[in-house]
């Protein structure tokens, strides 16, 4: 059973390309949030939102509760923005996460 | 600074012996969870943690026991390791429940032969 679904797995992009990766969910929610863990492995909280639209610098979030989907952009994309980006939705007291999207932005 | 802190970072252990993984918060937060990470099978939540001595099992909870018996601590322990218990484990906090931000400590590399 998947929760969570992301996609897609893999991601290149050349610098100041727009970037897109996509999270669907099948349970009820109270909040859906977006992490990033870069190589090395430590796990850092990007967003945490449970309805519209949430904009941090150069990225933006978003979710859409009825149809259950969650995108995360990225503007004028860096290559320090590589890393695994993770999906994850607080359904009750738990957490369920998506697989990742590994992206690599290249100079 | 505030922190979530794990202990060991790398442990490399054999079948069947005991261990004890360490998990504290200087946050005040009042939960705390535990989750392994695999290739291919992502983050997955083993423990849960509401309060003070209020704990729960998450998808993947066998072969693990948790305790919370201050509010900044949440040790995990393998009472007898098996190699499928191998993975990378992170414990993380958040001021109320499941839906507020998290905070993750760095990691904790097990190797179980």
């Known amino acids: 059973k998947n929760e969570v679904e992301q996609s897609p797995q893999n991601l290149t992009a050349q610098e100041g390309e727009f970037i897109t990766i996509n999270c669907s969910y099948s349970v009820g929610i109270s909040a859906l949030h977006w992490l990033q863990q870069h190589p090395g492995g430590g796990i850092v909280s990007l967003f945490m939102l449970s309805s519209g639209k949430k904009k941090h610098g150069r990225l933006i979030a978003t979710i859409n509760i009825q149809e259950k989907h969650s995108s995360l952009h990225i503007t004028a994309s860096h290559p320090r923005d590589s890393a695994v980006y993770i999906c994850a939705v607080s359904a009750g007291n738990q957490f369920y996460f998506g697989t990742g999207t590994s992206l690599t932005v290249i100079p | 600074e505030a922190q979530v802190t794990q202990n060991p970072r790398y442990l490399i252990t054999v079948t069947g012996k005991k261990l004890t993984v360490t998990c504290s918060q200087n946050?005040?937060?009042?939960?705390m969870s535990w989750y392994r990470q695999d290739p291919g099978l992502g983050l997955r939540q083993i423990y849960y943690?509401?309060?003070?001595?209020?704990?729960d099992k998450g998808d993947v909870p066998e072969g693990y026991k948790v305790s919370r018996k201050e509010k900044r601590n949440f040790p995990l322990i393998l009472e007898s390791p098996s190699p499928n218990q191998t993975s990378l484990y992170f414990c993380?906090?958040?001021?109320?429940?499941?839906?507020?931000?998290?905070?993750f400590g760095p990691g904790t590399r097990l190797t179980v032969l």
């Open positions: 993380a906090s958040s001021p109320i429940s499941s839906g507020s931000t998290q905070y």
């Open positions: 943690s509401m309060n003070v001595e209020v704990t």
């Open positions: 946050m005040n937060h009042e939960y």
